[in-house]
């Protein structure tokens, strides 16, 4: 299990999370939602180890991880894909993919990301920043795919995509849930994520205010948080 117990933290002088705790066991999907601006980008900062809280615990599977780097995160299974096509531009899908393996078989971790993203199977030796932003996604998420994590961190990853790429990427989403691994989902289309979602927590001003199954979330105090949100 993923534990953050009273996590605070911010940037300089600028507080954003106060005293949040999250809880992603395994082989669950945990949708993360709330309006935008309240910390869970951050969250997912702080729990991927890009960014040491100031105050509170981060456990995985009974191991205190606190203030430890990314790398050491990723080690004991955490991966994360962050909002804004988490990819090296300039170098092409199959370094990308290289990359993403991490030691691992190449060749296999090609074949992985081929069967899940078949599109890109065709563009190994194109540069990642001449595809299409619903491909660039596509590679970022293949990280979650031959990197074999346990614990997978979504930030926002249907942001700026055109419908059909959106229900290729939910679906994909839902393959991953269905081979074992645990998600923590941040994503502007609520509707769809709490299809996915076994638990739920509830953002607003750097605190959780609710935390619980999706069916006893109120829809109308939702849709007030959501004013403007897609659905």
């Given at each position: 299990?993923?534990?953050?117990?009273?996590?605070?933290?911010?940037?300089?002088?600028?507080?954003?999370?106060r005293d949040v705790s999250l809880w992603l066991p395994p082989r669950s999907v945990v949708a993360l939602l709330g309006p935008n601006g309240v910390g869970k980008t951050t969250l997912l900062r702080v729990a991927s180890g890009l960014l040491a809280p100031s105050s509170g615990r981060i456990r995985?599977?009974?191991?205190?991880?606190?203030?430890?780097?990314?790398?050491?995160?990723?080690?004991?299974?955490?991966?994360?894909?962050?909002?804004?096509r988490g990819v090296f531009p300039t170098l092409t899908v199959r370094d990308n993919i290289l990359i993403q393996a991490a030691g691992k078989d190449v060749g296999e971790a090609i074949e992985k990301v081929v069967s899940a993203f078949p599109v890109l199977g065709h563009k190994l030796r194109q540069t990642a920043g001449s595809l299409s932003g619903g491909q660039q996604q596509?590679?970022?998420?293949?990280?979650?795919?031959?990197?074999?994590?346990?614990y997978v961190l979504l930030d926002e990853v249907s942001m700026g995509l055109a419908p059909v790429v959106v229900d290729e990427i939910f679906g994909f989403l839902g393959e991953l849930a269905a081979s074992g691994c645990a998600l923590l989902l941040v994503e502007q289309y609520v509707t769809r994520a709490l299809e996915l979602a076994d638990y739920v927590?509830?953002?607003?001003?750097?605190?959780?205010?609710?935390a619980g199954e999706p069916g006893e979330l109120d829809g109308a105090r939702l849709m007030e948080q959501y004013l403007g949100a897609h659905t």
């Open positions: 299990m993923l534990e953050l117990q009273g996590i605070s933290a911010g940037y300089g002088d600028t507080p954003v999370l995985l599977d009974g191991r205190d991880l606190t203030g430890k780097p990314p790398h050491v995160l990723a080690r004991h299974g955490v991966c994360h894909v962050p909002e804004g596509m590679l970022a998420l293949a990280h979650a795919y031959v990197a074999d994590p346990a927590y509830l953002m607003n001003r750097g605190r959780t205010e609710f």
